[in-house]
Structures are given as C-alpha cells and as structure tokens.
C-alpha cells in the first residue's frame, strides 16, 4: 500500500495568514491526490481531488498543487472558519489517508 | 438531498458483533461504489473497506481482514458493515462516503464527495 505522510502534524496561525501543508507518497502517485477539512465533530469535507481541482462551492483561497509524490494543500489569508484538521488521500491505489494537519488560532 | 445516513453503533464487549449500516438517498446508489472509514477518538481518519457497485468486488485494511464483511443491498440503498470478533481498538466513529469521480484530460479522478455523520462504536468491557 502507498503511505501518505503529511507535515506538519499541526501548525499555529492568524487570520489573514498564508498557510501551506505538505503531503508526501511513499510512491508516486501521479496527480492521485485529494485533500479533506475536517471540524470537530463533523464528517470530513472535500476540498481538491486530482491534487488541483476545487471541489464546487469551496472557497477560492483554497488551493491545491503537486504531482508524484509531492503535494501542497495552500490557504491564502487564513479566515475563521478554516481552523480545522486537514487530510490528504490517495486515489492511485487503496485510498489511505495522510495523517493530518491541525491547523490552530495562533 | 444527497445523503448518507449512518446507524448501528453502540457499545459492545470485546469479541462482540454489531452491523453497521448506512442509508443512501437523493442519488443512483447502485451506480457507486462505496466505502467505511473510521476514527477514533482524537486520532485522524483511518480506509477500513469498500465496495463497488453490484457487490462483486471488496477490500479491506488489514487490521479488520477476516472480522469485518461490508455488503450492500441496492433495492434498499443501504450500505453494511458486519464488524465481528471487536477489539478495543475498533472503538471509533464510523462513516460512510460515495466514492464519486471526474474525468480529466482521459484520466478518471476519484475521491469521496459524500459522507454521512458517523455512528459510533464502543468496545469495551
């Protein structure tokens, strides 16, 4: 199976702030790559599927780049509702899930 | 309304059953595959299992091969997962997602597009 390590495991932040999480592949995935948010106790949410298209009615400063198997999930200017746990996933093989991203109010 | 309603949870001994099960509506359940993932308590999200959309073809994480079976029943739009031989360490919510795809450039891009809200599943004594 393809592991999927993310990075950093948590992070501090401010609104307005610019924020970048990265999610490795132990192999290549090609663009095989989606990213979810995640707020306490809720489902997850999907935010990019093949590691750059915006799911429909997700914020524009949500972006998503990479292929491989290196990826970024980016945040421009940080709002209030972005503080949450983030994931990525590949969808190459059996769909494992990196294992996270706190990102907290600084 | 698209929509994944997840029942079944609750608590059980160690080495106890439980069904889960997941209702679909507002989409052509029979045309998607579907999968179980599971958290526990503040840890991150964990596959446990799929399955496509006539049932013929499953898999599952190694860590519940052989105890758990996750079938379907497409005239009731509802999604299982018999989890047997529980361990504490199967404590965790667990949800539902549609596994949904686009076509990119002659690639198909899969991903989970739906969830449900999870229903929780407790092993201990």
């Known amino acids: 199976d393809i592991q999927m390590t993310q990075s950093p495991s948590s992070l501090s932040a401010s609104v307005g702030d610019k924020v970048t999480i990265t999610c490795r592949a132990s192999q290549s995935v090609t663009k095989f790559l989606n990213w979810y948010q995640q707020k306490p106790g809720k489902a997850p949410k999907l935010l990019i599927y093949g590691a750059s298209n915006l799911q429909g009615g997700v914020p524009s400063r949500f972006s998503g780049s990479g292929s491989g198997t290196d990826f970024t999930l980016t945040i421009t200017s940080l709002q209030p509702e972005d503080f949450a746990t983030y994931y990525c996933?590949?969808?190459?093989?059996?769909?494992?899930f990196g294992g996270g991203t706190k990102v907290e109010i600084k | 309304e698209v929509q994944l309603v997840e029942s079944g949870g609750g608590l059980v001994q160690p080495g106890g059953s439980l069904r889960l099960s997941c209702a679909a509506s507002?989409?052509?359940?029979?045309?998607?595959?579907m999968h179980w993932v599971r958290q526990a308590p503040g840890k991150g999200l964990v596959w446990v299992s799929r399955?496509?959309?006539?049932?013929?073809?499953?898999k599952y994480a190694d860590s519940v091969k052989g105890r758990f079976s996750i079938s379907r029943d497409n005239a009731k739009n509802t999604l299982y997962l018999q989890m047997n031989s529980l361990r504490v360490e199967d404590t965790a919510v667990y949800y539902c997602a549609r596994w949904e795809s686009t076509v990119i450039n002659g690639y198909y891009y899969y991903y989970m597009d739906v969830w449900g809200k999870g229903t929780p599943v407790t092993v201990s004594s």
């Open positions: 507002g989409f052509t359940f029979s045309t998607y595959w």
């Open positions: 399955m496509n959309y006539d049932g013929r073809n499953t």
């Open positions: 996933q590949q969808s190459y093989s059996t769909p494992l």
